[in-house]
């Protein structure tokens, strides 16, 4: 007897969400998501900002963009995510939709319901794709994983206290504790 064959959705149905209402879309497949809390949103700005103000100073060119902002990775219509934080160099890769193509450094925020996504599936993910770097804070352990996905490395596994050192760009450390007082 065949398998029930599993519904598979494209970006149509994304798009077709009720205002309010988000989800990503990996390889056809839908993984709601629900709204972040405080901690996250407070992660998220102050990490935004200070990569942000990292490029502006050194006259860079990246671009930076928090979520909600679709990032098409397989520039098809199966997958589609929205990153806690996105920065991009190839100005190319954006139009009024988002990005097509991946971004060069990904950050997510993880949460209990996203724990399972982000350290899994986003990670074979975004590799794939061609992500140059990935981070995965966790406020919960109160810990960053950092991976050279040049490298196809784990850098290390750093706590919100330490002086984490990007790994695509040389002379930026970032520190989270810092970041939230």
């Not at 102050?46 to 006259?59: G, H, M, P, Q, V």
């Not at 993880?110 to 140059?132: E, I, M, N, Q, W």
């Not at 995965?136 to 352990?141: A, E, F, G, R």
Request: aromatic share 12%; proline share 6%; with cysteine.
């Amino acid at each position: 007897m065949p398998l029930p064959k599993e519904n598979t959705y494209t970006t149509d149905y994304i798009y077709s969400l009720p205002e309010g209402q988000r989800a990503e879309l990996i390889d056809g497949v839908i993984y709601d998501m629900a709204p972040p809390n405080r901690l996250h949103q407070k992660i998220q700005q102050a990490l935004a900002w200070s990569i942000e103000t990292y490029i502006r100073k050194n006259n860079g060119s990246c671009e930076v963009y928090p979520a909600p902002f679709a990032v098409f990775l397989n520039k098809d219509d199966k997958t589609y995510v929205e990153p806690d934080i996105s920065i991009i160099s190839d100005k190319s890769k954006l139009d009024d939709r988002g990005c097509s193509g991946a971004p060069d450094w990904v950050i997510e925020i993880a949460s209990l319901s996203t724990k399972r996504t982000d350290y899994g599936v986003k990670l074979f993910k975004y590799r794939s794709a061609g992500v140059r770097e990935y981070w995965i804070v966790n406020p919960l352990t109160k810990t960053v994983n950092v991976y050279d996905l040049e490298k196809e490395e784990l850098c290390d596994q750093y706590s919100f206290d330490d002086d984490i050192q990007v790994c695509i760009y040389d002379n930026l450390m970032i520190n989270i504790a810092e970041l939230l007082k």
